[in-house]
């Protein structure tokens, strides 16, 4: 008898499309904090939380071009858009209504220079703020909004 493969989580069927999603990076002390202060301003409840790391954060890294062995970018999946490094963290905070709509300023710099600053936070983060030897267990609230 042959082992087949397992089959691929197929993305947009594995979440609810019309809620925005984040993709972390689950053991990343700084991208952790990001996702609790989402869970913090998130009045609406909107977003749900995917770890890099799962097996549907993975196939959505791959779907948006995105390395599955260095998650040194997060997504967010918002209306059907993709955004990825600060554009992401500028969409969220958008979708979140005033006054954290206002980090839209944030788009006056040119995309290059985003990036390159986005790039040099992504390569420093576990340095600079700590690395985790696993995903954390999630808050109570965390779970009720995490997929994958």
């Not at 993305?11 to 913090?40: E, M, N, T, W």
């Not at 490094?85 to 944030?106: C, I, Q, Y």
Request: net charge positive; glycine share 6%; with cysteine.
């Amino acid at each position: 008898m042959t082992d087949l493969p397992e089959r691929p989580i197929l993305p947009r069927r594995a979440y609810d499309a019309r809620q925005p999603l984040i993709v972390f990076d689950g053991v990343c002390v700084f991208c952790s904090g990001f996702v609790q202060l989402i869970l913090k301003l998130d009045r609406k409840r909107r977003f749900r939380f995917a770890t890099a790391q799962s097996p549907l954060g993975e196939a959505l890294f791959r779907e948006h071009g995105l390395p599955t062995d260095d998650y040194d970018s997060n997504l967010a999946i918002i209306d059907g858009a993709a955004f990825t490094k600060l554009d992401s963290f500028v969409a969220v905070m958008d979708a979140l209504g005033w006054p954290w709509r206002a980090a839209k300023a944030l788009l006056i710099l040119p995309r290059p220079l985003r990036d390159w600053l986005y790039d040099r936070v992504a390569k420093n983060r576990y340095a600079l703020f700590g690395r985790k030897d696993s995903c954390e267990i999630p808050s109570a609230e965390l779970r009720e909004r995490l997929i994958g």
